[in-house]
């Protein structure tokens, strides 16, 4: 089964650039999407695709792709960043195509 | 304004049955797939399963074939995810979730979730 696999927190100051990587064997062959979800709320898709933004979603907010990981990249970092992240694909490899997410990221911000 | 609302929480016992809903608007319901999403307290997103409405084709997790069902009205724009034998296991959010028409595309539309709590 695809396992993916993501830091459990990365913490970053306002204003600096968060990265959240998520590890996949070959995971550059794959569509990567990214949700947010803050605390008590219902998650939101940021960047589908690898790298594209749903209308919306601030151009801060930007995605990457290749070899054996895929990252989420977010630019001057604000307070109302602070949010869990999750990656996600579709794995179409396995005899029973399903939907893998990755465990979570919890970006804080100092 | 395209949005899924679903039903509101439920409080259960362990051997009882439930079926919650999720209904879709400002879309073409039938053109969608539809998922639900498993989050257990504290815990992560789980892919549960997906169904298109428009043919009812129905994709389970591994996970969880077997476990819950997966259904939809297309006449009234619902979709439902049942249980016939709760566990206390199974207390967690449940979310549903718009994907386009291609199996890959993103969940572009969750529903506001529906807490789920089986105790004795």
């Known amino acids: 089964s695809y396992v993916l696999t993501q830091p459990p927190s990365v913490s970053v100051a306002p204003g600096q650039t968060a990265r959240i990587t998520c590890g996949g064997n070959?995971?550059?062959?794959?569509?990567v999407h990214w949700y947010q979800q803050k605390p008590g709320q219902a998650p939101v898709l940021v960047v589908y695709?690898?790298?594209d933004r749903p209308s919306g979603i601030p151009e801060r907010f930007s995605g990457s792709n290749s070899g054996n990981t895929a990252t989420l990249t977010i630019s001057r970092v604000e307070a109302g960043d602070e949010a869990d992240y999750y990656c996600q694909v579709w794995d179409s490899s396995s005899d029973h195509p399903h939907w893998v997410f990755g465990g979570g990221t919890k970006l804080t911000v100092l | 304004e395209v949005q899924l609302v679903q039903s509101g929480a439920e409080v259960k016992k362990p051997g009882e049955s439930l079926k919650i809903s999720c209904k879709g608007s400002g879309y073409s319901f039938t053109s969608y797939w539809i998922g639900w999403v498993r989050q257990m307290p504290g815990k992560g997103l789980e892919w549960m399963g997906i169904i298109y409405p428009g043919d009812s084709d129905t994709r389970y997790s591994p996970s969880f074939q077997g476990q819950v069902t997966i259904s939809a009205d297309k006449s009234i724009s619902t979709a439902y995810l049942q249980w016939s034998s709760l566990k206390a296991s199974d207390t967690a959010m449940y979310y549903c979730?718009?994907?386009?028409?291609?199996?890959?595309?993103?969940?572009?539309?969750w529903g506001q979730g529906t807490m789920v709590t089986v105790s004795s």
């Open positions: 695709d690898d790298s």
């Open positions: 070959n995971i550059g062959s794959k569509s």
């Open positions: 979730v718009r994907q386009g028409p291609v199996l890959g595309d993103a969940f572009d539309i």
